[in-house]
């Protein structure tokens, strides 16, 4: 009974001694790959530093068509060669008219036109030649001259009743022009104000008139002041005037008359 007994624990030990040996020479397993998943990850904030654009690209501009300048028109067209030239230097081309007191007086190349505390008008006005289409300057110099005095240029002077145009400023800077017909004086172009008529005094300055038959215009320096068309008195000589409306003087010398004639009227 012992000796079986003995027997299958000797069995049973080499049993698993055989297994043990058996164990340790079988080929080790290779380990079971642990599957990784890719586990999405929140982006770190990042705070954005704005990028300047120091040479930022510019539209190129439409070119747009080049308007010509309009020509300045021409007032005063057609003007050709002298006529005469008066350096007022011979007193015996002018006749004065002095009807009220007044005085006129041809000496040092101008013709001065003066009136002391006395109202009236005093003319000088030269005797020829009769103009009728024609481009007159003069220069005028006011010596003493205040509130509604007036001088200027007077055209077209004709007959017995000096018939005439009047161009008149006054000494508060306005102008007008008015037309003598028998004595009769009717204001063509009434009183109107220029800033670039003076008001102060002495003062010299150039009066202009270009005529052509009905077309009348008048100038100050380089400024037309007036246009008018105007037929009644056609022709005459050139003259001078300087009129005081109330009991104040007033004296303005006239120099360097030039008339010259007119060869076109295109503008």
């Known amino acids: 009974m012992r000796k079986q007994l003995y027997s299958g624990l000797l069995g049973i030990t080499l049993l698993s001694v055989l297994l043990a040996v058996l164990a340790a020479c079988a080929p080790i397993a290779a380990p079971t ?5 890719d586990t999405p990850t929140t982006a770190p904030t990042q705070t954005l530093t704005p990028t300047f654009d120091w040479f930022p690209a510019t539209a190129t501009p439409t070119r747009q068509p080049t308007l010509e300048p309009s020509p300045t028109p021409n007032l005063r067209p057609g003007i050709g060669e002298v006529i005469y030239s008066d350096d007022f230097s011979e007193s015996v081309l002018w006749s004065p008219l002095t009807p009220n007191g007044g005085r006129v007086t041809i000496t040092n190349n101008h013709i001065t036109l003066t009136l002391n505390d006395t109202i009236g008008t005093v003319f000088g006005i030269r005797k020829s030649p009769q103009l009728i289409d024609y481009y007159a300057e003069i220069t005028a110099s006011p010596n003493y001259c205040q509130g509604e005095n007036e ?10 009743q000096l018939n005439h145009y009047r161009f008149s400023l006054s000494c508060d800077g306005r102008a007008r022009v ?3 017909v028998d004595g009769r004086a009717l204001i063509i172009r009434d009183w109107e104000s220029f800033m670039q008529l003076p008001t102060t005094y002495p003062n010299n300055f150039q009066l202009g008139v270009w005529v052509k038959g009905t077309d009348v215009r008048f100038f100050f320096n380089d400024s037309q ?8 008195v056609v022709g005459g000589s050139l003259g001078v005037f300087a009129r005081a409306s109330a009991a104040d003087s007033i004296s303005v010398n006239f120099s360097d008359l030039s008339v010259y004639q007119l060869t076109s009227t295109e503008e």
């Open 33 to 37: 790959p642990t599957q990784i998943t």
């Open 151 to 160: 001088y200027g240029l007077i055209i077209r002077v004709y007959g017995e």
């Open 178 to 180: 008015t037309r003598i």
């Open 225 to 232: 002041l007036f246009a008018l068309d105007n037929a009644v």
